[in-house]
């Protein structure tokens, strides 16, 4: 059976650098699917500058990730949600602090949820970011720990048509592109890495339909302005693969949408709240 350390709790990483440029930015926006039609996401001299999708947040998180303690089996370490908090816009390029520590660890039972926070900050000490992680450690629960908050469900309003909707679909080669990003799980792209996660084919990086949920939200009810995006919170319900054409839904609720992203055959996103100013 999985053992959980609940040690490793509170415990907050060293600081790591994150030194990018314009093309760091445009990689992850081309990784999400971005075109030339979106031209202030891929080009460095587009009029009024280059603007970074806020979900760009979670490529220099991801290199200050938290120690889940020793002898951790990877293969049943799920990703159930992804949360970006942003407080100032992120800049094109220079240098990003991150620090990270594993907030809570909840016993479900059947398994155990892992919360992740990485916190991201200029060389100044300007706070930019905060991403969230909750990650499902299966069998890993009955371990006698607190069970935590029950989640609430959002769902869109029954019967009501959305108040925006863009579909894309997702390019044959979209994962083996977001995962020059820094997200280099073979299951992404090796067929026999699939398999064994139980997969006929490779899927879609979780974190790549996040970030084209995210384009979508920027390109449609915030006309373009990156720096309106002051938090998303999604979960991720089924996988998506390369072929398949996803559909990014939001419904207008007080200060923001709710978002439910989909594919043909399934919601891929669910729970998902952003707030926006």
């Given at each position: 059976m999985p053992r959980v350390d609940l040690s490793v709790i509170d415990?907050?990483?060293?600081?790591?650098?994150?030194?990018?440029?314009?093309?760091?930015v445009v990689l992850?926006?081309?990784?999400?699917?971005?075109?030339?039609?979106?031209?202030?996401?891929?080009?460095?001299?587009?009029?009024?500058?280059?603007?970074?999708?806020?979900?760009?947040?979670?490529v220099p998180a991801m290199r200050a990730f938290p120690k889940f303690g020793d002898d951790i089996e990877w293969s049943l370490m799920l990703h159930g949600e992804q949360t970006i908090r942003l407080y100032h816009p992120i800049p094109p390029a220079g240098k990003l602090i991150q620090t990270g520590v594993i907030t809570d660890i909840f016993d479900k039972g059947k398994g155990a949820v892992y919360h992740a926070k990485i916190s991201g900050t200029s060389e100044e000490g300007t706070h930019i970011y905060d991403a969230h992680w909750a990650i499902f450690y299966l069998g890993a629960g009955g371990f006698g720990g607190d069970p935590g908050p029950k989640a609430d469900s959002i769902k869109p309003p029954?019967?009501?048509?959305?108040?925006?909707?863009?579909?894309?679909?997702?390019a044959?080669?979209?994962?083996?592109?977001?995962?020059?990003s820094g997200d280099l799980n073979p299951?992404?792209?090796?067929?026999?890495?699939?398999?064994?996660?139980?997969?006929?084919?490779?899927?879609?990086?979780?974190?790549?339909?996040?970030?084209?949920?995210?384009?979508?939200?920027?390109n449609g009810p915030l006309e373009g302005d990156v720096n309106r995006l002051k938090e998303f919170k999604a979960r991720f319900s089924s996988a998506v693969y390369p072929g398949d054409i996803l559909t990014t839904e939001g419904w207008k609720n007080g200060s923001g949408y709710i978002i439910?992203?989909?594919?043909?055959?399934?919601?891929?996103?669910s729970n998902g709240v952003a707030i926006v100013k």
């Open positions: 415990k907050k990483t060293d600081p790591v650098v994150f030194d990018y440029n314009w093309k760091d992850y926006a081309l990784g999400v699917g971005a075109t030339p039609e979106e031209l202030p996401l891929v080009y460095e001299h587009a009029p009024g500058g280059l603007k970074v999708l806020p979900s760009f947040c979670v029954e019967g009501i048509k959305p108040d925006f909707s863009f579909s894309c679909p997702v044959e080669n979209q994962a083996a592109l977001y995962r020059l299951l992404h792209l090796d067929p026999a890495a699939a398999k064994r996660g139980g997969f006929d084919r490779p899927i879609l990086h979780g974190l790549c339909t996040y970030g084209i949920a995210t384009r979508a939200i920027v439910q992203a989909r594919t043909e055959n399934e919601v891929v996103l």
